[in-house]
């Protein structure tokens, strides 16, 4: 399994390969994340290394680092993929969000997950409601 972080590090022509070669799989999840970014908006994230590229065999998943006043914290906002392959990133995830100070993992997404990661410790949180403006 690839599992391994992409950042900017890498040479560019890695990193719009492996951009690439998960669009199919975090394309579908954007549908889902209620308008707030679209492909180029990751690709530019991900270059710019706001956002973070988590690339396994068969999915994807898409974190950024969130700082609020008292609490940074680790935001998984986009998933797709082999769901197994995506919940064995978890650990890799987790230590990295240490390492870079966060003290939670958070994450934006379907009720589904709830019940895929609660044997790692997760627990619903906050609630989420939403209202489009016209």
Known sequence: ?????????????????????????????????????????????VCSGHLQLWPTDNGAVVTEIVTYPRKKVCNIFLGGGDKSEIIALHPQIEAWAKENG?????????????????????????????????
């Open 1 to 45: 399994m690839r599992s391994q972080l992409t950042t900017r590090e890498q040479s560019r022509p890695q990193l719009f390969e492996e951009l690439d070669r998960c669009r199919g799989y975090i394309e579908p999840a954007l549908v889902h994340g209620g308008g707030t970014h679209d492909w180029y908006d990751i690709v530019s994230g």
């Open 102 to 134: 966060c003290l939670a993992l958070t994450i934006s997404g379907r009720k589904g997950w709830i019940r895929q990661l609660a044997e790692k410790g997760w627990k619903p949180g906050l609630y989420s409601v939403e209202k489009e403006l016209e």
